[in-house]
């Protein structure tokens, strides 16, 4: 499976982004489909997650702020940002995975080349 993100850039505090992530390759359906972010100096952590079956994970520092929807007839994933912190600031990475936890970057085979979002105060 191969990846493509995009969407990332700059925004101010309580802005949006919308984060595209396409992919080409094996049955896309079959996957999980993640979400994940790096800050400088930080480890990457799980953002979301959304199943082939249609159920949605979601790191609770998120929750109520993005949304991960996907669309099987296109092979894309897409991760909705609202109401944008500070702390968003962070390269995103799509990734896909059949296996493990969903919140487990290790259980993610394929990743994209990560986008960079910004939030300004």
């Known amino acids: 499976v191969q990846l493509q993100a995009s969407g990332g850039g700059l925004v101010q505090a309580g802005g949006s982004l919308r984060l595209s992530c396409a992919a080409s390759?094996?049955?896309?359906?079959?996957?999980?489909m993640g979400w994940f972010r790096q800050a400088p100096g930080k480890e990457r952590e799980f953002v979301a997650a959304?199943?082939?079956?249609?159920?949605?994970e979601y790191a609770d520092s998120v929750k109520g702020r993005f949304t991960i929807s996907r669309d099987n007839a296109k092979n894309t994933v897409y991760l909705q940002m609202n109401s944008l912190k500070p702390e968003d600031t962070a390269v995103y990475y799509c990734?896909?995975?059949?296996?493990?936890?969903?919140?487990?970057?290790?259980?993610?085979?394929?990743w994209g080349q990560g986008t960079q979002v910004t939030v300004s105060s």
């Open positions: 990734a896909a995975s059949n296996r493990g936890s969903v919140y487990s970057r290790r259980s993610y085979d394929y």
């Open positions: 390759g094996r049955t896309f359906s079959g996957y999980v």
């Open positions: 959304a199943s082939g079956i249609i159920t949605y």
